[in-house]
């Protein structure tokens, strides 16, 4: 039986299998939502990524998976071992992985994609991740250019997240689907794979601007959403097109307490004081202690 976020934080029958889950999605701090950044937002797609998390006053760093190749660069140990030193002596952690290459090499349609999945989900285990961002954007988007669903692609990706689906499971590790596509067709998606190693990665402002009721769409979601991205074009969190306030009142309606990742911009183009800014922001708008 699945434990939702109320019965965990409610103290249900179901809390230690609650704690259990949700320790994955949070790092082990049940109950309290953890800001991040994205590697390519923070300019930093390397291990000094994780310094630059740090100076930014920021908790975690999503790490990019690497550029197509038969090999990524996260399967790479000695790669990895460099961000896990620095983990170690910072303190910053890796709340997921990104698997952005899937925009130019789409899951449906490269040979390679199982591989690739098997893996980043080998690698993010080895990380100490939770989530591994699955992108459905550029090529790899799951809709045509009228905005109608490709029946074939979304098949096959299904398909492909089923086989994934029970390693995943295995390792602790979730596959986060982030894409074009309505709540309701998401979760069209995450029924036909049939596993809770399979989720939302939910994106604010790409929700915006694809024109969905952004708090309707969390309510809606809930405990399918493992990760969330905060992010509002070229402004500053609370002064642009998505309304943050609504915002926070959904996130608290269906109790989430993962993470949120910034793949925010830099206004004043000084990256590290404006990700401070952004976290700040953050904290303040989810009231977290």
């Excluded at 965990?8 to 994955?24: D, E, N, P, Q, Y």
């Excluded at 790669?79 to 709340?95: C, E, F, L, S």
């Excluded at 596959?175 to 995450?190: F, H, M």
């Excluded at 993962?258 to 990700?275: G, I, N, Q, Y």
């Amino acid at each position: 039986m699945k434990i939702t976020r109320r019965q965990f934080l409610a103290g249900s029958a179901g809390t230690i299998a609650g704690a259990v889950l949700f320790s994955r999605l949070a790092d082990a701090v049940p109950g309290k939502i953890r800001v991040g950044a994205c590697d390519w937002s923070l300019g930093a797609v390397k291990p000094e990524g994780i310094d630059v998390a740090k100076a930014a006053g920021l908790d975690g760093l999503e790490i990019s998976a690497g550029n197509p190749a038969d090999v990524l660069k996260i399967a790479d140990a000695a790669w990895r071992k460099q961000y896990k030193d620095k983990m170690a002596a910072t303190g910053i952690v890796a709340p997921s992985t990104a698997m952005g290459l899937l925009n130019s090499a789409p899951l449906a349609t490269d040979p390679r994609g199982p591989a690739w999945l098997d893996q980043v989900i080998d690698a993010t285990k080895d990380l100490d991740a939770k989530v591994i961002l699955l992108a459905f954007f550029g090529k790899g988007d799951l809709r045509d250019k009228d905005g109608n669903l490709k029946p074939n692609d979304v098949d096959v990706v299904v398909q492909r997240l089923k086989d994934a689906a029970p390693k995943a499971k295995e390792k602790g590790v979730i596959l986060g689907i982030e894409n074009t596509l309505s709540a309701k067709q998401n979760v069209d998606i995450l029924e036909r794979v049939q596993s809770d190693s399979v989720l939302v990665y939910y994106d604010i402002r790409n929700s915006t601007d694809n024109g969905y009721d952004v708090p309707a769409e969390i309510r809606f979601l809930g405990d399918r959403i493992c990760q969330i991205h905060f992010k509002d074009g070229d402004h500053y969190l609370g002064q642009g097109e998505v309304k943050m306030e609504p915002v926070a009142e959904a996130m608290a309606a269906i109790n989430y307490v993962a993470w949120v990742v910034l793949e925010t911009s830099t206004p004043s183009k000084d990256r590290v004081a404006d990700f401070k800014k952004n976290a700040e922001y953050t904290r303040q708008l989810l009231k977290i202690g």
